[in-house]
């Protein structure tokens, strides 16, 4: 399945919001401070859609993601795949289209963050080439709460 641009004014748009809850349900109890996907909704999606670029493979929608140019790099925001399809290449066509995205917008790195408690996602992320560049806290925490990784491009 070829990994395809999606239009804020698409319904996949919606599909894409139905599968980051989805996706981002297990976290619920595990991350503190709670997902940033809970402050998602249809119209911030539609926003992202238009400002940024939204990213899918398939029909109905089984992953996505979120590209936003930074300056240097081209960060990777709720990258999701949904549970029956993981382990299968998804999350790698989606990073195969960032890398490409970084490509052609003269950008040499990619970046994303994931929670320190998702410890699942950083061998991910390792197996996929990032290496691990920063450990944040948000704000009011006295502790990193989140990772942030780079992968050259």
Known sequence: ???????????????????????????????????????????????????????????????????????????????AVAEAMQGKGLARALIGVAEERARELGLDRLELETRVELTENHAVFTRLGFVETGRNAHAGYDRPTSITFQKPV
Do not use: N, Q
């Not at 996907?37 to 992202?48: G, I």
């Not at 029909?59 to 709720?78: F, H, Q, S």
């Open 1 to 79: 399945m070829t990994p395809e641009r999606i239009a804020p004014e698409e319904a996949r748009v919606t599909e894409a919001l139905d599968l980051i809850r989805t996706a981002f349900a297990g976290m619920e109890g595990r991350v503190d401070p709670p997902s940033s996907m809970h402050r998602m909704t249809l119209a911030s999606l539609t926003d992202d859609a238009r400002t940024k670029e939204l990213w899918g493979i398939g029909a109905p929608l089984i992953a996505c993601v979120i590209l936003t140019e930074k300056p240097g790099r081209l960060y990777i925001g709720k990258l």
